[in-house]
């Protein structure tokens, strides 16, 4: 049974940093493409923030480019997303996908993954 499990979420001042974390189970996690998404209050479903993919080089939607960083630890099958320079319109619900797509595609949108998990809050503001 596969499982994604997203934590690391919270309160945070505009300017400040957070990580958070996205622990799979019931995969291999270099053989998916595995994606970052948000959903904020009110607003349509979004593409990908950040995707690794099972190959190649990690793509980053031009909103968090050089803010935000996503990495895996295939060791402990956890997968990373690094945000520095919040800004209160990153607040969103943080999701992490898995997709077995032999190519990834930046505007899928979260429930069109495979996989996806219950989802972290994040908030910032002052």
């Known amino acids: 049974q596969v499982q994604l499990v997203e934590s690391g979420g919270g309160l945070v001042q505009p300017g400040g940093s957070l990580r958070l974390s996205c622990k799979t189970s019931?995969?291999?996690?270099?053989?998916?493409?595995i994606g970052w998404f948000r959903q904020a209050p009110g607003k349509e479903r979004e593409g990908a923030s950040c995707?690794?993919?099972?190959?190649?080089?990690?793509y980053y939607e031009d909103s968090v480019k050089d803010r935000f960083n996503c990495s895996r630890d295939i060791a402990s099958s956890t997968v990373y997303l690094q945000m520095n320079s919040l800004k209160p319109e990153d607040t969103a619900v943080y999701y992490c996908a898995a997709d077995a797509s032999r190519y990834y595609n930046p505007s899928k949108t979260l429930h069109e993954n495979d996989f996806w998990g219950q989802g972290t809050q994040v908030t910032v503001s002052s």
């Open positions: 995707i690794l993919p099972s190959h190649g080089l990690t």
């Open positions: 019931g995969l291999t996690l270099y053989e998916y493409h």
